[in-house]
Nanobody, 122 residues
Framework: VQLVESGGGLVQAGGSLRLSCAVP????????MGWYRQAPGKQRELVAT???????KYADSGKGRFTISRDNAKNTVYLQMNSLQPEDTAVYYC?????????????????WGQGTEVTVSS
């Protein structure tokens, strides 16, 4: 499964961006979906997650500014980012838990997107 990310770019401080991540093809079920980011010289960190039922969780850095959502009909997860700051500059990755059913058994697989770069200038 190759996730398709889009929406990154260059924005001034205080601006907004909306990231998208689509899961193409026929999928039995998608459980959790999430966004992570990795700034230069730093470890990858959680930004936000959303369950199949719509429950969300955010890292403190994004609370009140970022909103994660999903469209189950389109197998797509979004990250609306407002009031962006230079410290939000990073490569943003989506992560998806895909549930498969094969010969009566369920299995979960986690997939990463290719990453989309977000640069916030001061």
């Amino acid at each position: 499964v190759q996730l398709v990310e889009s929406g990154g770019g260059l924005v001034q401080a205080g601006g907004s961006l909306r990231l998208s991540c689509a899961v193409p093809g026929s999928i039995f079920r998608i459980n959790a979906m999430g966004w992570y980011r990795q700034a230069p010289g730093k470890q990858r960190e959680l930004v936000a997650t959303i369950t199949s039922g719509g429950s969300t969780k955010y890292a403190d850095s994004g609370k009140g500014r970022f909103t994660i959502s999903r469209d189950n009909a389109k197998n797509t997860v979004y990250l609306q980012m407002n009031s962006l700051q230079p410290e939000d500059t990073a490569v943003y990755y989506c992560n998806v838990e895909v549930l498969t059913l094969s010969r009566g058994s369920y299995n979960s697989y986690y997939y990463w997107g290719q990453g989309t770069e977000v640069t916030v200038s001061s």
